[in-house]
């Protein structure tokens, strides 16, 4: 079964920090691999996704995600944190002709 | 502007009502879908829909009810044998859900509660 993973349900960081947040999937055939943001009360927004076009990935607001195949994973990282990427975020698997599977997602705060 | 709308943004529930939760998309999407979000649990498929007149269940699709009468319109109904309605609630789309690197794109949700 294709299943994610999402390591630290609450990450904190300062402002300026480097952000990581950490995703692995279980998946038997290569899926696409999504990371979505969450702002309050709102829907989720597309960051970035993976198609295996490059295994490096740029996304929107200065996100990038590494899919790394012999870790399974897709961890998505910032090089300097804004007050304004405090969210949730939620990294999401689509197997071939399958529904996403999402993560339990991680909040980050950003502190001053 | 395209998008999704969900609403109401707010609704309560009474005991053995049935309410029922609005969806709209004007992206001229095949696909919708119904996602239930509660904390710490990431988001879980309720219902889903391929096309006009079709529908499937998800994983948690007990006590729900959908509708896809027009390509625009995907309304989910919370019924009273749902005994744990209490959540978030997300519609989404996509331009077919036969594209699986095809994103969704979401509406702003509705929280129900039970009162």
């Known amino acids: 079964a294709q299943s994610v993973t999402q390591l630290g349900s609450h990450v904190s960081v300062s402002e300026g920090a480097l952000v990581l947040l950490r995703c692995n999937y279980s998946?038997?055939?290569?899926?696409?691999l999504f990371w979505y943001v969450q702002y309050p009360n709102q829907g989720l927004q597309l960051l970035l996704k993976y198609t295996s076009a490059a295994t490096l990935v740029k996304g929107i607001n200065g996100f990038e995600a590494e899919f790394k195949k012999s870790e399974t994973s897709f961890h998505l990282t910032k090089p300097s944190a804004h007050m304004s990427d405090a969210a949730e975020y939620f990294c999401?698997?689509?197997?071939?002709?399958?529904?996403?599977?999402f993560g339990p997602g991680t909040r980050l705060s950003v502190l001053p | 502007d395209g998008g999704i709308t969900q609403s109401p943004k707010y609704l309560f529930r009474k005991e053995g009502q049935n309410v029922t939760l609005s969806c709209e998309q004007n992206?001229?999407?095949?696909?919708m879908y119904w996602y239930r979000q509660d904390p710490g649990q990431g988001l879980r498929l309720i219902y889903y829909s391929q096309i006009v007149n079709d529908f499937q269940k998800g994983d948690i699709a007990e006590g729900y009810s959908v509708s896809r009468e027009k390509k625009e319109s995907f309304p989910l109904t919370v019924t009273s044998a749902q005994k744990n309605p209490t959540a978030f609630y997300l519609c989404?789309?996509?331009?077919?859900?036969?594209?699986?690197?095809?994103?969704?794109?979401f509406g702003s949700g509705t929280q129900l509660s039970v009162l």
């Open positions: 998946s038997s055939v290569p899926p696409y």
């Open positions: 992206l001229n999407h095949d696909a």
């Open positions: 999401a698997l689509r197997p071939y002709g399958q529904n996403f599977v």
């Open positions: 989404a789309s996509s331009i077919s859900s036969w594209s699986t690197n095809e994103k969704l794109f």
